[in-house]
């Protein structure tokens, strides 16, 4: 396996949309590591003060080089800035790296990969440099070590306000994933994990759902993983089984299997009460209960006739 390494060195300030959602919608093989660090509020806007007022008397003074002035200029105002941000709006300063790690099995497609990358970065008007010399050490970077080495933190290093880092926001995928559901598969186009909670009334208006697939494509097997699952929740659940595939599970989970037909043992009671269910007033379960085994007796007798 082949690895090169692109550490984004720079980018606009002001971000209207994700920085990084190009870049995980193509699809390519690559890491990508992003580290926050934090820094205190109190130090930072004493250091700006202090910059804020030597810069100021620089412009005074500097009346030479056009350039020169042109560039402290800009210091000043992106001071001055930062400081109003962080004093008015309540924003917070960080030190942002991130790095992107490009992997192949042969070195022709790496290379094309890397093409393809550094053309979506800077078409999103970001600076980057390629990791020479360093590769290393950005390498263990995109491992989950928590490993940021001076070496390239020097280099990748940049400060944004709290409002800029919205904008590194990695999780863009348009997946579902309800904090209560269970595991459904992954995105194909970006392995992101979907989970689907079926039963939240609140974000869903039923339960129902389609699976549809070729013969031997897994729609048995995929629907026996949600009965699986859902029992670990302890949801209860009934199938309607004609062909018989799903007996063995229910012996397996200790389920209530029912037989339906003349030779059966098995049967329905339909005169069965839940005990949680009686409730003192006329409209609970118990009344609506004794209406609907009425109607049942009412129906059968009337066909008997």
């Known amino acids: 396996m082949f690895y090169s390494g692109i550490i984004i060195v720079n980018y606009y300030r002001e971000q209207t949309e994700l920085l990084l959602k190009s870049l995980i919608e193509a699809n390519i093989n690559m890491n990508i590591s992003i580290f926050y660090e934090k820094q205190d509020t109190y130090k930072t806007i004493k250091d700006l003060t202090y910059h804020i007022g030597n810069v100021g008397v620089d412009l005074k003074t500097i009346n030479q080089n056009r350039q020169d002035i042109d560039i402290a200029a800009f210091t000043y105002n992106d001071a001055k800035y930062i400081r109003k941000e962080m004093q008015i709006n309540n924003e917070e300063l960080y030190y942002l790296y991130i790095y992107i790690e490009i992997y192949s099995e042969n070195i022709k497609d790496l290379e094309y990969f890397i093409n393809n990358i550094e053309g979506i970065l800077q078409s999103r008007g970001l600076q980057i440099r390629n990791a020479n010399f360093r590769e290393e050490q950005l390498f263990m970077a995109c491992l989950p070590l928590m490993q940021n080495e001076s070496d390239i933190k020097n280099i990748a290093r940049r400060n944004v306000l709290t409002n800029g880092l919205l904008a590194t926001y990695p999780f863009i995928s348009s997946s579902l994933f309800d904090e209560d559901g269970i595991f459904i598969g992954k995105n194909i186009y970006s392995n992101s994990l979907i989970f689907i909670d079926r039963y939240n009334t609140q974000k869903y208006k039923n339960a129902n759902m389609c699976v549809f697939g070729t013969s031997g494509a897994g729609k048995s097997f995929y629907i026996k993983l949600l009965i699986l699952r859902y029992r670990l929740l302890g949801i209860e659940q009934f199938v309607i089984d004609p062909e018989r595939e799903y007996?063995?599970?229910c012996d397996k989970l200790k389920g209530t299997k029912i037989i339906i037909g003349p030779s059966s043992n098995t049967y329905i009671n339909i005169l069965d009460i839940r005990k949680?269910?009686?409730?003192?007033?006329?409209?609970?379960?118990?009344?609506?209960k004794i209406r609907k085994i009425n109607r049942f007796f009412s129906f059968n007798f009337w066909k008997i006739k």
């Open 247 to 249: 007996l063995k599970l």
């Open 276 to 288: 949680e269910s009686i409730e003192d007033n006329d409209n609970g379960y118990l009344a609506t």
